[in-house]
């Protein structure tokens, strides 16, 4: 696998680490009388543009008072949307990486040599 591939899988990988946390923790820590949740919806929205996208579709989604099944649906929906966000960052990283690379290199090359 090339160095830039390599780059964007492992932006992808973060981006779907991402969204596996904030619904684990959804899903696991109960929602009366816990002000941190507050604070880690809003911590997650900003890391997870997902269910930035999701919410911004829908309105206003439940995740409370869903089944299983519509759990799992909305969270692939999500993953897959911040995967592909994380991706798209990480191209994005790789190819200014690699412009401003190539920018030193030509600076570099054209500088006198002391003698």
């Not at 820590?29 to 890391?47: D, E, K, Q, T």
């Not at 993953?79 to 990486?97: K, P």
Request: positive net charge; glycine residues 8%.
């Amino acid at each position: 696998m090339s160095p830039s591939r390599r780059t964007v899988f492992r932006f992808a990988l973060t981006g779907f680490a991402i969204a596996a946390g904030f619904f684990v923790y959804i899903v696991v820590v109960p929602l009366p009388g816990n002000s941190l949740r507050a604070w880690i919806a809003v911590v997650g929205a900003f890391l997870c543009p997902g269910f930035l996208l999701l919410a911004s579709t829908f309105c206003y989604v439940e995740v409370d008072q869903m089944t299983w099944r519509g759990l799992g649906s909305v969270f692939v929906f999500v993953a897959l949307t911040n995967c592909l966000l994380y991706a798209i960052a990480g191209a994005a990283y790789d190819w200014l990486r690699k412009k401003l690379n190539r920018g030193a290199a030509s600076q570099t090359a054209t500088l006198p040599r002391r003698a």
